[in-house]
């Protein structure tokens, strides 16, 4: 198994994981309400499912 040579400190592990920041995802609006919601994710709108633009899962209600 292999072995660090020499400790590494605080410092310079904490320094190293400064750059993984998480970013916020990007967002997308929907062509068919004007909603706003995640790429590649399906959103509710008004008791409605809907992805990339198509309706998947009407309401109760509409039926």
Known sequence: MAHP???ISK???R???THQ???TP???F???TGQP???HQAHWHEGNLYYKGKLVIASK???
Do not use: G
């Open 61 to 63: 209600d509409d039926e």
């Open 37 to 39: 919601h995640v790429y």
């Open 26 to 28: 990007p967002i997308a």
């Open 21 to 23: 920041k998480a970013t």
């Open 15 to 17: 320094k190293r994981r």
């Open 11 to 13: 410092q310079r592990k």
């Open 5 to 7: 040579k020499s400790r």
């Open 30 to 32: 929907c062509k068919a």
